[in-house]
Antibody, heavy 118, light 107 residues
């Protein structure tokens, strides 16, 4: 079955960086785009960016441009999301999400809590 | 960016009730809308895609409708396991955007 298993919770200080991993299994890695979405406490979901596992091309939300990098390791079927220059407003649960060929999201990772606090 | 306005933000209902949640897009998105169910501590679960197509394995009491800018998710007869938060998402354009969610609580 399709699984997206994310790395564990992180606590970071303002100004630091965080790198969250998403290990995929149960399907052909190169056939589906992977997106990153976050949900801050009490807020709605916010799309951050996505990557094509085939060629590694990534596209980001303007809001995060310059601070977020999404990469993939095709040998291990893992996607990574790195967010730099963290601030308290980045405290959120971060999700990797698989997108179908017709673009809707069908499988979500379990979420990774990132807390930014001094 | 396309704004997704979802209403109500919360509602109280009883088992067996018919529940309707609406989602309005700030510009037309044809049928490129999905609905999800989210329970605390769990990953969101896809219910409906392409505005009205039920995801495999989702109970038939869930249904979606609409196109363009106005969309609806209906639960025909609320069950105990349906108390959760529901949210919409458009995938017509980038950036992908989401409704703020509707919390369905027990009356």
């Amino acid at each position: 079955q399709v699984q997206l298993v994310q790395s564990g919770a992180e606590v970071k200080k303002p100004g630091a960086s965080v790198k969250v991993s998403c290990k995929t299994s149960g399907y052909t890695f190169g056939s589906y785009a992977l997106h990153w979405v976050r949900q801050a406490p009490g807020q709605g979901f916010e799309w951050m960016g996505w990557i094509s596992p085939v060629n590694g091309n990534a596209k980001y939300s303007q809001k995060f441009q310059g601070r977020v990098t999404v990469t993939r390791d095709t040998s291990a079927n893992i996607v990574y999301m790195e967010l730099t220059s963290l601030r308290s407003a980045d405290t959120a649960v971060y999700y990797c999400v698989r997108a179908t060929m017709t673009y809707y999201f069908d499988y979500w990772g379990q979420g990774t809590q990132v807390i930014v606090s001094s | 960016d396309i704004q997704m306005t979802q209403s109500p933000s919360s509602l109280s209902a009883s088992v067996g009730d018919r529940v309707t949640i609406t989602c309005r897009a700030s510009q037309g998105i044809t049928h490129s809308l999905a609905w999800y169910q989210h329970k605390p501590g769990s990953a969101p679960n896809l219910l409906v895609f392409a505005a009205s197509r039920l995801e495999s394995g989702v109970p038939s009491r869930f249904s979606g409708s609409g196109s363009g800018t106005d969309f609806t998710l209906t639960i025909s007869s609320l069950q105990p396991e349906d108390f959760a938060t529901y949210f919409c998402q458009q995938y017509n354009t980038f950036p992908r955007t989401f409704g703020q969610g509707t919390r369905v609580e027990m009356k």
